[in-house]
């Protein structure tokens, strides 16, 4: 039986399922965000990673130093490009932290914060959520 949420890549090779309901889920306009996604910002929430299951495809990790000095493994689809979720972070051991938009229901998860803040553009209307300038901790 799947869990309770599933997700892929925009290609499908990449498919992945959790059953955790995620505490933690942000909207984060870091020039990170910005670049990775190639949007204005990336929303993504943490699961533990013994729940997270990648059930099909190979998903190509691209190490990467956040400009925290933090290492992370940044997973994308190497078919289409899809980045979908984030691994071995050095600052949230045990945790994964997928990207909302490769959810095949990505209306069943709404975010409860926004962070990096000082970076979001001036044309984007705050979403009324707790804000941080940088990051929340
Ligand atoms: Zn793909
Ligand atoms: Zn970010």
Not at 26 to 44: F, I, N, Q
Request: glycine share 8%.
């Amino acid at each position: 039986m799947a869990k309770k949420y599933t997700g892929q890549c925009a290609c499908r090779a990449v498919r992945f399922e959790f059953d955790t309901d995620p505490d933690f889920i942000a909207v984060c306009h870091c020039l990170d965000c910005k670049r990775a996604s190639g949007g204005e910002a990336a929303t993504w929430f943490g699961v533990p990673a013994e729940d997270f299951t990648v059930l099909t495809g190979e998903p190509k990790p691209y190490h990467y130093v956040a400009d925290s000095g933090g290492k992370l493994d940044r997973n994308f689809c190497p078919n289409c490009g899809s980045r979908v979720f984030t691994s071995n972070l050095d600052n949230f051991p045990g945790q994964v932290f997928v990207q909302l938009g490769s959810l095949d229901h990505p209306e069943m998860i709404t975010p409860k914060l926004e962070m990096f803040v000082k970076r979001r553009l001036p044309w984007v209307k705050p979403l009324g959520l707790p804000e941080f300038s940088d990051m929340p901790y």
